[in-house]
Each structure stands twice: as C-alpha cells, then as structure tokens.
Antibody, heavy 119, light 105 residues
Framework: EVQLVESGGGLVKPGGSLRLSCAASGFTFSRYNMNWVRQAPGKGLEWVSVISSSSDYIYYTDSVKGRFTISRDNARTSLYLQMNSLRAEDTAVYYC????????????WGQGTLVTVSS | SYELTQPLSVSVALGQTARITCGGNNIGSKNVHWYQQKPGQAPVLVICRDSIRPSGIPEHFSGSNSGNTATLTISRAQADDEADYYCQVWDSSTFFGGGTKLTVL
C-alpha cells in the first residue's frame, strides 16, 4: 500500500523558515516524480513544486521561486520542501503527492501538514 | 497560465445525476483529471485522463471532455459523494480548477 506521511509543519513568524518532510513507503520511490501541493484555509488546491525521480529537473510555481527548495533522498525514500522567507500567504496545508508513473496527475496523496505563518 | 473554471456549487437529489463542469480554452485537447476531497481529508483521484476510473473508484463516477468543457458525472448520487471536486490539467505546468462543492439533498 502506498503511504505518504508529511511532517514538519507548524507556526512560524513572517520571514522565518521551515522544512517539510514526506516519508514514502509501499512503492519504488526512486521511480516516481514527486510534488508538493498546498491548500490555504478554505481555498482550493495549488500546485507548488515538482522534482523528477532522479532530481534532474525541478520546477516551482512563480510565487515560491527563490524562496522554496524541493529535494529528495531516494535512499531514505523521502521528499523535502525547504521554505524560507515565509509570508502570511504561504499559510496552508501542504500535501506531498506522487505523480502517476509517466503522466502528470497525482495518484497518491499524503494527509498533509499545516503551515501557519503569523506573528 | 491556464485558467480552469468550475461552478462554486452543484446540488443533486439523492439517487439523481450530478454533472460538474470544468471550462478551459480548448480543454478537449488536454488530459483532464478529477479529485474528490472530503472535509479534513486529502484529495483522492476519481477520474484520470478524461474518463478513466482508477482502481477502487465506484462505477457511478464517469468523465468526458470535449471542446472547451470537461465534465465529471456522478450517477445515482449517494450521500457519501458529498465533497469538493477539483479538475486538473497539465499545460507546461499543473493547474487546478477552483473547486466545486457538491451537495447531495
């Protein structure tokens, strides 16, 4: 069974940093592209970032470029999101999501971790 | 940027058919995927590539896509289908529709 378990969320002040983790199990992690998708309170889904299976390509949504860094450790079957210079508008539940193999949709999601940016 | 337009809400009587639309410029030329999200839970993929049901998704979910509109159809709607539904496409990046709240009356 595919499992994605996020951690690392919490309350942080504007301008602060946070590192999210996503522990993957139940599938061959190194074969799949992985994403972060977020959802602000009461709002819709917003794609944040993708990293390819071997980390050879990485993309971000414009609003986080230069502030967020996605990475992965295939040996540890883990995905990460380093978030710096956090803003109030980054407040959201952050989901780790697996790309369907060879396609660009999300066939498995974690339960999410809440990031709150507030003074 | 690629804009996807969904109605904010759709209501359906128990046992009837609900249709949730997702509008986009020439969306019929793209693959559209649909997610169901219940309160406090993560999204779940219910339709991929316009009309394919992933394993474990009930048969009363179906999808279609043509022209400028993709449609998620929920036949014989059940109380358990009450949720938010999001469409998603890839067009050089990933885009989601704003979401539709389905109410089963």
């Amino acid at each position: 069974e595919v499992q994605l378990v996020e951690s690392g969320g919490g309350l942080v002040k504007p301008g602060g940093s946070l590192r999210l983790s996503c522990a993957a199990s139940g599938f061959t992690f190194s074969r799949y592209n992985m994403n972060w998708v977020r959802q602000a309170p009461g709002k819709g889904l917003e794609w944040v970032s993708v990293i390819s299976s071997s980390s050879d390509y990485i993309y971000y949504t414009d609003s986080v470029k230069g502030r967020f860094t996605i990475s992965r450790d295939n040996a540890r079957t883990s995905l990460y999101l380093q978030m710096n210079s956090l803003r109030a508008e980054d407040t959201a539940v952050y989901y780790c999501a697996r790309d369907a193999y060879g396609d660009k949709y999300f066939d498995s999601w974690g339960q999410g971790t809440l990031v709150t940016v507030s003074s | 940027s690629y804009e996807l337009t969904q109605p904010l809400s759709v209501s359906v009587a128990l046992g009837q058919t609900a249709r949730i639309t997702c509008g986009g410029n020439n969306i019929g030329s793209k693959n559209v995927h649909w997610y169901q999200q219940k309160p406090g839970q993560a999204p779940v993929l219910v339709i991929c590539r316009d009309s394919i049901r992933p394993s474990g998704i009930p048969e009363h979910f179906s999808g279609s896509n043509s022209g400028n509109t993709a449609t998620l159809t929920i036949s014989r709607a059940q109380a358990d289908d009450e949720a938010d539904y999001y469409c998603q496409v890839w067009d050089s990046s990933t885009f989601f529709g704003g979401g539709t709240k389905l109410t089963v009356l």
